[in-house]
């Protein structure tokens, strides 16, 4: 599903370049459940970035579905972006102003593809899976932290993405709630058969997957 191939990121710091990542070379089989794993400043963080399409790397070359994403301009990046990847983040990164239901559509907003289905009854079904359709139309900040993690879920899937990309999305719940998150994550690549990429710096959560790789001063530990 993803190929990274001598995968470099470099950047300019103080006048000297810093390598974030160093040959990396990776691949991602459709319907895998994996963890990337590494301290702060590993360059796992770079790694989803690239991984993710948020970044572009130095060097090396990212195919998706055997496609060179190196030879799509930044407007075909962001839309095979926005339909291909569902993102998870630690810090929610939920719109207050807006509803709960109101954020699980915002990324049907941006689509240019047309869906096979409604967006609204998609997001109406999503939350009915996740224990939030009594949330509807609550607001964020008036809802506890593992409720709103269960809404970014369910953005990330509102355009049934094929991969779920998950940056430490238990760092901010307690362990409970952190364990009733990683299993939703489970259950979307079992039941779902969708790739689900955890990254985290918790050794205990990566175990959860099925494969881990560690980052270790922007390369992946032997």
Not at 48 to 66: A, F, N, Q, V
Not at 197 to 218: C, E, L, M, W
Request: with cysteine.
């Amino acid at each position: 599903m993803i190929s990274l191939q001598n995968i470099g990121k470099d950047y300019l710091l103080g006048g000297e370049v810093f390598s974030a990542l160093k040959k990396i070379s990776l691949e991602i089989k459709p319907g895998e459940f994996l963890s990337i794993v590494g301290p702060s400043g590993s360059g796992k963080s770079t790694l989803m970035h690239i991984i993710g399409l948020l970044d572009r790397p130095t060097s090396g070359k990212i195919y998706i579905e055997d496609q060179d994403i190196s030879q799509l301009s930044d407007d075909s990046l962001s839309r095979l972006r926005n339909e291909f990847i569902g993102f998870i983040f630690q810090q929610f990164n939920l719109i207050n102003k807006l509803t709960i239901e109101e954020n699980i559509l915002l990324p049907a907003i941006y689509c240019r593809k047309k869906l096979p289905y409604r967006p609204v009854d998609k997001a109406k079904e999503l939350m009915d899976r996740f224990g939030i359709l009594d949330k509807a139309r609550s607001y964020p900040n008036k809802i506890s932290g593992g409720q709103q993690q269960r809404v970014a879920i369910a953005r990330a899937l509102i355009l049934s993405p094929k991969m779920i990309l998950a940056d430490e999305p238990t760092g901010n719940l307690d362990t409970k709630t952190g364990e009733t998150i990683l299993n939703l994550l489970e259950e979307l690549n079992k039941k779902d058969g969708m790739v689900v990429i955890i990254v985290t710096h918790d050794p205990s959560v990566a175990k959860r997957t099925r494969r881990q790789i560690k980052i270790v001063d922007g390369e992946i530990a032997k």
